[in-house]
């Protein structure tokens, strides 16, 4: 039998998508809606074929058990007060927005009597938009929740129960060391990420033809959408600034040390990148 | 019939012993012949039974018309050094080596009787050692030639022949250019991306187990052997460290949109980051 009578999605981009891709494929739900700002996506998800698509948010969430707001994180207030009038009493809200204090805070406009807890899967790609949806797009990809301290456990029970239902692996933290975490291994390898594209491509000697797999991978991340991570990385500044300041420190170290031609100092320091870097494999 | 009647690699590693692989495969020489400095590449290049193993570098050129000088390119005077009691009259000297100026100095070491032509084919990968060597590894990849004007054209006009015979496509340069084009699309990308991930694993918010795969792409080249890596961003100090900056002035400068909460010029740097990194895709 189903887990969940109606599942409603608000905001079906590339993460909403796969949400019900992967819902559906696992019979979740005994019915699925969505909502999306963009009459593009609103019809590839009606191509899809999956869910009842909405023009409206507040009508795609009545009658749903469950509701994932997965819209752009500095739309997420306007969005929950879109979705309020909506809301069947009881039903509980989650997200999938890669900050989680700035969401919690936003939350605070949904009605009392709908539980909201804070979720994060790590997950997604370069390539935006519904289109690109996968029902693959969670398996055995780390998810975040974020419980408060003070919500009912029920509801903390069913969004974990929900994002293993599409094979996520949970990691329960506080919303504070989420976005620290994340800033860590997201929010500020994209900005580093983005600061070398701008850093190359200004380079007298920059050939587009001759560059190579090391450039492209280094670069990958700085092609995601910016009205995506502009958001992202306003909500989580405090985070993202600390870590650029740290990227910023250690690439005049290397400078430094490679100015001076001390190559015991370089040697140690490339070392020492080279085993962190080491450690991010998946042992064999 | 072969082009050449003996090709000598100096230095087997990885760019070495895909050489021997892929011109023993293409028939490029009557015989093949090889030195390493390690007992254990010389027991590797034994065991791939495509090349005459020497335990002395004088020895394995003798008899060449071709040597591919493959060592680190901080010991390539000392190879040029040790060879050159082995070369005949004529017999021809390229290189593999990552920075152009440095070793074009270097190559006054040989004698004069032994044209030099620099050579650097933009191939590669983390796992150093004739073990990974591959007959692919050049097909379809740039290979830089740096002629310095007053070479013998034929000299040229044979190395040239022979990396387009292994299948990279040749990019011909002044030596000081091809440093400054290698600078920007690799060595200072393989100098930013240790800087990032010694930033990143100081976070207090680092976890190993919850980085995802931008951050593998991101940091990916500085897996690399910091030995071989030393000698190259050494030998090309001033591009590196010009380009080093620029990474720090960028990174500052997302950082100062972000604390100062600018969405519109944050905007700005990421989509201009998010354009220039898309130009890196070949066209579908």
Redesign the interface.
Known sequence: MAQFKRIAVVGAGLIGGSILLAAARRGLAGSLSCWSRSESSRATLRAMDVAEVFDNAADCVKGADLIIVTTPV?TAEQTFLAISPGLSAGAIVTDAGSVKAAILLAARRLPVANPFVGSHP?AGGEKAGASHASAQLFEN??C?ITPTGQDDPKSVGVVRQFWEALGSII?ETDAA?H????????H?????????????????????????Q??????????????L??GI??AN?R?????????????????QV??A?D?PA??R??????I??????PSA
């Open positions: 500095d790590m990809r780390v975040f990691t060391s976005d620290e975490i994340v800033a860590a291994i997201s500020v390898p994209h900005a580093a990420a983005s600061a070398l594209m701008l850093a190359v491509m200004d380079q007298p000697g920059f050939r587009l033809a001759a560059a190579g090391g450039l492209r991978d280094a670069t990958r991340i700085a092609a995601g959408e910016e009205n991570w502009v990385l306003l500044a985070h993202t600034v600390t870590g650029l300041k740290a990227v910023e420190q250690r690439a005049a170290e290397l400078r490679i100015e031609q190559a370089l040697r320091l490339l070392a020492e990148a080279r962190a870097r080491q450690s991010l494999e």
